[in-house]
C-alpha cells in the first residue's frame, strides 16, 4: 500500500488580517487530473474516471493501488520488480507467471530464437518489414538481430540442447528405444529420422529426435551406418528396441547393430538383443489395408486424380487414402459440374506426348466406391491415430485395437457387398501372415 498524504491545512493571513485555513493537495492528485466539474478526477494511467470529493480522496488513493497501468510503469526498468501476467494458450488462459519489470537483450533475443524453431519460422522472418514495425512499437529497445545472427543463436541452443539430452542419457547409462522412418521428399532427396523414447528417473516417457540427415538410399547398407553414426555421437550404448518398417533390408540392419553393440558393452542389449527388433504395427496395417486396395485401385486413382488437377499437386497423396477420400466426396457434386463444364479438367486425363493416360474422371461407380470405403477405412485411420501417440500408447490400447480391426475384418468378410466381402476376405489373409493366430 503506497503512503499518500491526507489532506493537510495550514494557516494563512488574508487581506483582512485574519488567518485561515486553507487545504492542501493530497499527492494522490499528482495522477490525478481534476475534472471541470470538480469531484471528479481522471487517472493518467488508466484513463479512467472517479469520484473525489474535495476533503475526500480515499476513493482515488484505492483506485492507484489497484491500477495495472501503475504497477507496471513504477517496475518499468527495474530488474528487481517483477510483474504478474497472464499466458493465453489457443483455447484457453493457461495460468499466470512472473517476469522481471526490467528490460534483457539477452533474454528478449533468446525468446526470439525459440519462437522461429517452436512456430517453424523462416530465419528472415526477424527482416520482415511488418515484424521490424511490430518490434519498433511494442519494444523500441530491442535490437532486432539479422537472420545471420539468428541463424548462429539457433545453431548455438541446439547445442546447449543437445548437451543437456547427452548428459541425461550418460549419467545414468540410460537404456533407450529409438524408431527410425525414410522417406523421399518432394524434391526427390532421401531423408532418415531417428527417434528416441526412454523414462526418466521420475518414470516419465520422453521423445526426443536424434538425428534429422539425407541417407543415400533406402538399402540396410545406408540405414546401418547412420544408426551406427548417431548411437556413436550420443554416446548410447545401452539399447532396448528398435522399431522399424517390415522391409526386408531392416533385417541385415538389426543384425548389424546387434553386432556392434555386443562389442561395445556386455549389458548393452536386454536377452542378447532377442526382442529388440520392432516391426512398426502402423506399417503393417498400412501393407494389409493396401492388400484390400486390389479391387478399388482404378476408384481410388480416379478421384486421386481429380483431387491431383483441382489442387495442382504433385504426383503423391499428401494424406492418407482414408482422407482424401473423405474430403472429396463432399465435393462429388462440384467434380461432376467439371466434367461437364471445363473442358481442361476432362482433357488432362487424356494421353498426351506418349505419356501414360490417367486414371479418370471419376465415374458414379467410382464415387459410389469411394463413399463405401470411406466407411470401411475409418476404424484403420483412427488406430493408425492411436498407435502413432507415442507418449500415450500402451500395450494394453494396441491389443484391444489389433482385436477390433480383426472383428471387423470377420464381420465384412460375411458381408453382402461383394467388394467389401472380397476386400475383407484379402486383409485378413495378410493378418493372419503377420499375426496368425494370436487373436483368435
Not at 147 to 164: C, N, V
Not at 186 to 209: A, C, G, S
Not at 340 to 356: A, I, L, P, S
Not at 357 to 362: C, I, L, N, S, T
Request: contains cysteine.
Amino acid at each position: 500500500m503506497e503512503n499518500y498524504d491526507e489532506e493537510e491545512v495550514q494557516e494563512v493571513e488574508v487581506d483582512d488580517g485574519k488567518k485561515r485555513k486553507i487545504p492542501l493537495r493530497s499527492n494522490v492528485w499528482a495522477h490525478f487530473t481534476k475534472l471541470p466539474c470538480g469531484n471528479k478526477g481522471k487517472c493518467h494511467h488508466c484513463r479512467k474516471t472517479f469520484a473525489a470529493n474535495r476533503g475526500n480522496t480515499i476513493n482515488l488513493k484505492n483506485h492507484l493501488d489497484r491500477c495495472k497501468s501503475y504497477q507496471d510503469e513504477k517496475v518499468e526498468g527495474d530488474p528487481k520488480q517483477q510483474v504478474l501476467f497472464r499466458q493465453k494458450g489457443k483455447d484457453k488462459d493457461d495460468g499466470v507467471f512472473k517476469v522481471s519489470g526490467g528490460f534483457s537483450q539477452e533474454a528478449c533475443r533468446m525468446a526470439l530464437v525459440k519462437m522461429i524453431v517452436k512456430d517453424e519460422l523462416p530465419f528472415s522472418f526477424v527482416e520482415a518489414e511488418g515484424f521490424l514495425e511490430f518490434m519498433q512499437t511494442c519494444c523500441p529497445r530491442f535490437d532486432v538481430p539479422s537472420r545471420r545472427t539468428i541463424t548462429r543463436d539457433i545453431l548455438e541452443l541446439y547445442q546447449h540442447e543437445k548437451g543437456l539430452l547427452k548428459s541425461v542419457l550418460g549419467a545414468n547409462k540410460q537404456r533407450v528405444c529409438i524408431t527410425t522412418d525414410t522417406w523421399t521428399s518432394i524434391q526427390m532427396p532421401n531423408y532418415m529420422v531417428i527417434t528416441t523414447h526412454f523414462i526418466d528417473v521420475e518414470w516419465v516417457l520422453h521423445k526426443r529426435i536424434l538425428s534429422f540427415t539425407l541417407i543415400a538410399n533406402h538399402k540396410g547398407d545406408g540405414i546401418r551406418k547412420l544408426i551406427e553414426a548417431c548411437l556413436i555421437d550420443w554416446e548410447i550404448e545401452r539399447l532396448f528396441t528398435i522399431t522399424v518398417d517390415n522391409a526386408s533390408a531392416n533385417k541385415v540392419v538389426i543384425t548389424y547393430v546387434k553386432k556392434k553393440l555386443a562389442n561395445w558393452s556386455v549389458n548393452s542389449m536386454v536377452l542378447n538383443g532377442l526382442y529388440m527388433h520392432v516391426r512398426c504395427s502402423t506399417h503393417i496395417i498400412n501393407l494389409i489395408v493396401q492388400d484390400g486396395f486390389a479391387e478399388v485401385n482404378h476408384s481410388i486413382a480416379s478421384i486421386h486424380n481429380a483431387v491431383k488437377y483441382v489442387r495442382s499437386s504433385p504426383a503423391r497423396l499428401q494424406n492418407s487414402t482414408y482422407l482424401m477420400l473423405h474430403k472429396a466426396v463432399v465435393f462429388e457434386k462440384a467434380f461432376n459440374m467439371m466434367k461437364e463444364d471445363d473442358g481442361h479438367y476432362v482433357n488432362w486425363f487424356v494421353e498426351d506426348k506418349g505419356e501414360k493416360k490417367r486414371e479418370g474422371p471419376p465415374s458414379d461407380d467410382d464415387w459410389a466406391n469411394a463413399r463405401r470405403l470411406v466407411n470401411f477405412l475409418s476404424i484403420f485411420y483412427y488406430m493408425t491415430l492411436k498407435f502413432s501417440s507415442s507418449l500415450d500408447v500402451t500395450s494394453n490400447d494396441y491389443l484391444n485395437e489389433m482385436e477390433k480391426v480383426l472383428i471387423h475384418l470377420k464381420s465384412l468378410a460375411t458381408s453382402s457387398d461383394d467388394l467389401l466381402r472380397k476386400m475383407a476376405e484379402k486383409m485378413e489373409q495378410k493378418f493372419a501372415k503377420y499375426w496368425g493366430d494370436s487373436f483368435d
